[in-house]
């Protein structure tokens, strides 16, 4: 950034001064802390560097900004009137770079993210901060079939998917997998399970078990409808469904039992369907996918931002299972 004054010869204009980034930054931090050696901390640099800074920037604009004692730091009345134009100033000038490097490397246009179930509100704030820093790459929502959780993404018709586990499709790339969850089986107010508080997942070999429609792999289908019981005991077979929506209507018809994780129960309240917990069967999990050989800058970047978010919401209340829960 270079500040322009006039020049002794001709009347012609040249550079009379050279305003550093690196101090423009450390004079935002320090008008935010207030604090010469916690304003080193966050721009890593010892506080000797940090008093440098300010004294170049303030010797180039010719004033004070700063005042500091022993025992305060304050801002002069000239600082705070730099500081307000300063900020949005420095604002725009970091979103314009941060926009030419997107486009640069290919952070822009829709990145179309298919998913199974429901999209929660807390996956909806990680796609808000993803597109709030990517404002060239809009994201685009698909629900995915049940039974198709991985055609779309091999059609090219979702650039990422969020599906339930497991993926073991070699073109396939499994990244950040979110918090498990407990399994449930829906089943029909009717049925002698509605009154049941809990059961074992020997259980399912007594009532028909909604099974997954093709194209789904046989390995995913058989995961997330088991023909056997963990002992090995056969489970009766239900009709099989392509959507959530035909499994519950096909469970308060009493047309079988379907399994569940969680987060979906809560979704999905319905006067008709009672959820019972199960054990005895491992639980659920989600995972973000996409193609081996589509492995692109928006898919890498929201990549990212997911397993940020996972990172950051550990001991939250609302874990990002829950952000865009699925069948299971």
Do not use: K
């Not at 500081?83 to 770079?97: E, I, M, N, W």
């Not at 639980?283 to 931002?305: P, Q």
Request: net charge neutral; hydrophobic share 40%.
């Amino acid at each position: 950034m270079t500040v322009n004054g006039p020049g002794s010869a001709g009347g012609q204009w040249a550079p009379a001064s050279t305003v550093e980034i690196r101090e423009l930054e450390c004079f935002l931090v320090l008008a935010d802390e207030l604090h010469f050696g916690r304003t080193g901390e966050r721009l890593y640099v010892s506080q000797s560097r940090v008093s440098q800074l300010i004294r170049s920037l303030e010797q180039r604009i010719g004033a004070r900004l700063v005042d500091r004692t022993s025992r305060r730091v304050r801002l002069t009345r000239l600082g705070e009137d730099f500081l307000q134009a300063l900020r949005p100033a420095y604002a725009a000038l970091r979103d314009t770079v941060d926009n030419a490097r997107a486009a640069a490397s290919g952070l822009n246009g829709p990145l179309r993210i298919g998913f199974q179930g429901i999209v929660g509100y807390a996956f909806m704030d990680v796609i808000g901060e993803f597109e709030g820093r990517y404002p060239e790459c809009a994201v685009r929502l698909t629900e995915l079939p049940l039974s198709d959780p991985f055609g779309p993404l091999y059609r090219g018709e979702v650039d990422t998917a969020v599906v339930l586990l497991p993926v073991a499709e070699p073109t396939l790339v499994l990244g950040p997998v979110f918090s498990r969850q407990p399994q449930y089986l829906a089943v029909s107010r009717r049925h002698a399970f509605a009154t049941r508080t809990a059961l074992d997942a020997e259980d399912l070999a007594t009532t028909p078990l909604l099974g997954v429609a093709a194209p789904a792999p046989d390995y995913w289908r058989e995961a997330q409808a088991p023909t056997r019981t963990p002992s090995g005991t056969p489970v009766p077979q239900g009709p099989t469904i392509g959507t959530l929506q035909e499994g519950l209507s096909l469970v308060a018809a009493n047309r079988g039992v379907m399994l569940l994780c969680h987060p979906t129960t809560e979704h999905h309240h319905r006067r008709d369907v009672a959820y019972v917990p199960v054990t005895g069967l491992p639980d659920s999990a989600l995972g973000l996918i996409w193609r081996r050989d589509l492995h692109n800058a928006r898919v890498r970047a929201f990549a990212e931002a997911v397993a940020n978010a996972l990172v950051h919401q550990q001991d939250s209340t609302e874990p990002i299972q829950q952000q865009a829960s699925s069948v299971h």
